[in-house]
Structures are given as C-alpha cells and as structure tokens.
C-alpha cells in the first residue's frame, strides 16, 4: 500500500492533492477530527499494517487494491479507550 504520512503540521485538506481512485485502486482517506483523549495520536492500522498515528486535526490517505480491508483505529492502552475494527 501507499502510505502519506501524518506530519506534525501540515497543509488543511483542501490544499493537499489527494489521490484519484481509478479502475484498479480505490483511494482511503482517514480525518481525525478534535477527539479527546487530545493528548494521545490514534493509532490506524489497514489489514494488520499500522498505517499512522493521527494527532487531532490531521488527516491521510493511501491508495487501496480492490476488496474487502480491515480498518482499525485504536489509542494507547493508558487512554482507557477500545479500539474499533471495521471491515
């Protein structure tokens, strides 16, 4: 997969060139919005492959094969804060 990493600033969303999906990939996007616990990065992992740890306010985006994907976002353990998977 194609990752974008999360930096600790970056361009707003609308500024950044996002990836087209096309006949042989789908594009993935990930925003996090303001979502305590503020003081921990969400964790996001794409079938079992940490993708990036999202810091409030940030967003990515990866390309993605055609088919079914496990989504996964999911705080440190100290955050007392379950993850969830979605597929």
């Known amino acids: 997969c194609n990752k974008t990493p999360a930096p600790s600033s970056s361009q707003s969303f609308s500024e950044v060139d996002i990836g087209k999906p096309n006949e042989e990939k789908a594009v993935l996007v990930v ?8 003081m921990y990065k969400n964790k996001i992992h794409i079938d079992g492959e940490h993708l990036v740890s999202l810091p409030n306010k940030s967003f990515t985006w990866m390309y993605l094969e055609p088919g079914e994907h496990e989504l996964k976002a999911n705080w440190p353990a100290v955050s007392m804060i379950i993850g969830k998977n979605v597929k």
């Open 31 to 38: 925003y996090r919005t303001y979502l305590p616990p503020t």
